[in-house]
């Protein structure tokens, strides 16, 4: 009987914890399409992180600085402050977003830095010239990158290319990011500034 109790009490706590975690996401979401209006998005594909960290490793071993321009959730901060040396920036705009990534970076003991805030204003004040800069941010908003080329080496994006400058390489992979109903092939996109 005190079996049956224990499992029922630790049940009725991960029920908790989950209602807590659906209703911050719900939370998140309204702020995100009603105060942000910026449009949800999900995280990046993992095989395309992969990519990512992949090509970096073998073209720009040496990097010293990377920034993840809207980090989310962090899992692709997470990998490349694992995979590689360099410091990891994670710049988010959504509160639970960076609260989560700030939660798991401590559990999994990764070394980087998620700063809450809007990625374009940060970029505006912070004078870090960034080795490599990566981005997964929609047809729009990565439009909004090419303004502070000046403060990053390379550009990679994932999925979205910037419109008028041609990319040094272009790397392609299966499947596609759906957005706003139309699709994008998974691309990792490459650009070089100075
Ligand atoms: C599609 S997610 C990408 C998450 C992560 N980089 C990945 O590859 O999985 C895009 C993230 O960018 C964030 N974002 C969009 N515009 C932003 C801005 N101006 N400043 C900071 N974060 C922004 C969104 O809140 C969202 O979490």
Redesign the pocket.
């Known amino acids: 009987m005190m079996f049956v109790m224990y499992v029922l009490y630790i049940l009725l706590i991960f029920i908790f914890v989950l209602d807590l975690y659906l209703a911050f996401k719900f939370f998140e979401y309204l702020y995100?399409t009603h105060i942000l209006k910026?449009p949800p998005?999900?995280?990046?594909n993992y095989l395309l992180?992969q990519a990512l960290v992949d090509y970096i490793n073998t073209y720009h071993k040496n990097v010293k600085n990377i920034c993840?321009?809207?980090?989310?959730f962090g899992?692709?901060v997470r990998l490349l402050a694992e995979k590689t040396n360099a410091n990891v920036y994670g710049?988010?705009?959504?509160p639970f977003?960076v609260l989560m990534s700030r939660i798991y970076g401590w559990f999994y003991r990764t070394k980087s830095k998620i700063i809450w805030?809007?990625?374009?204003d940060w970029l505006d004040k912070s004078d870090i010239i960034f080795d490599v800069v990566v981005a997964?941010?929609g047809p729009d908003?990565i439009q909004k990158v090419l303004k502070y080329k000046n403060k990053m080496h390379i550009l990679i994006s994932?999925d979205f290319k910037l419109k008028n400058i041609k990319p040094v390489r272009v790397i392609k992979m299966s499947g596609a990011t759906r957005y706003k109903g139309k699709l994008y092939p998974h691309m990792l996109y490459v650009y070089k500034f100075q």
């Open positions: 995100c910026q998005m999900v995280a990046s992180r993840d321009i809207g980090s989310g899992g692709l710049l988010e705009n959504m977003s805030c809007d990625a374009f997964y941010l908003a994932m």
